[in-house]
């Protein structure tokens, strides 16, 4: 039932996007080949397997394209991290439940429920700003929708509150998934003010292939 108001909610922030943004929604548009599962595999970069946070990787080549795109349009050079991935569970929130359920729990499950072959949909690309020092800071992301990172947040939780936890210490739908493409500055969070969702966005997304029709 949450689920379902969420995808409302986001349908009217998408709508309400359309008729209330600066930038009337123009698209950017992205190939939809450079998102399948198969590139899915191996990180965008090397890393070390995370110990206090849980990640999607994404193949790095069709969001590297729009943060490129983007940066023409807004006329800015952006810092970026040269990798995409979805956070699933942030650091701050792990810290909560870290007492009960560890970061390898955690991935177990993460991989018995697939998430490595996750579906997902990208919404729109978001902005995100806040005054830094009389300077204006800028976050971008694409808004991304997946009700299967929603089901592996309910499923973690479950985990905590078997094992003793209490269900308001992590709420799975408190969750705006989203990628980074890139910020002026530092990227910024929902610490800092800032929710990535769509009611942020500024550019709707469309596949090439659409677009060329």
Do not use: W
């Given at each position: 039932?949450m ?11 998408l ?7 600066p ?5 950017l ?5 450079d ?8 990180a ?10 849980l ?28 990798e ?13 439940i ?7 729990e ?25 005054e ?16 299967r990172?929603?089901?592996?947040r309910?499923?973690?939780?479950m ?31 929902l610490?800092?003010g800032?929710t990535?969702?769509?009611?942020s ?8 292939e659409t677009?060329?029709?």
């Amino acid at each position: 039932m949450m689920r379902t108001f969420h995808g409302f909610i986001i349908s009217l922030s998408l709508t309400a996007c359309a008729s209330s943004s600066p930038y009337k929604l123009s698209s950017l548009h992205y190939n939809e080949s450079d998102l399948k599962v198969s590139s899915r595999s191996i990180a965008s970069v090397d890393h070390k397997s995370p110990s206090n946070y849980l990640s999607l990787d994404l193949p790095y080549t069709a969001f590297e394209k729009l943060r490129v795109d983007l940066e023409k349009s807004q006329h800015v050079s952006l810092q970026h991290r040269g990798e995409a991935h979805i956070t699933v569970i942030t650091p701050p929130e792990y810290k909560k439940i870290q007492k009960k359920v560890s970061m390898k729990e955690i991935q177990a499950l993460a991989d018995k429920m697939d998430l490595k072959k996750a579906p997902y949909k990208l919404l729109c690309v978001g902005q995100g700003s806040l005054e830094d020092r009389g300077h204006k800071e800028s976050t971008y992301y694409v808004v991304v929708e997946s009700d299967r990172l929603f089901q592996i947040r309910k499923a973690v939780q479950m985990l905590y509150t078997s094992k003793g936890g209490k269900a308001q210490d992590f709420n799975p739908e408190a969750f705006h998934p989203h990628v980074t493409l890139g910020f002026t500055k530092r990227d910024l969070h929902l610490e800092d003010g800032i929710t990535k969702d769509a009611s942020s966005c500024i550019y709707s997304l469309r596949p090439e292939e659409t677009a060329k029709n």
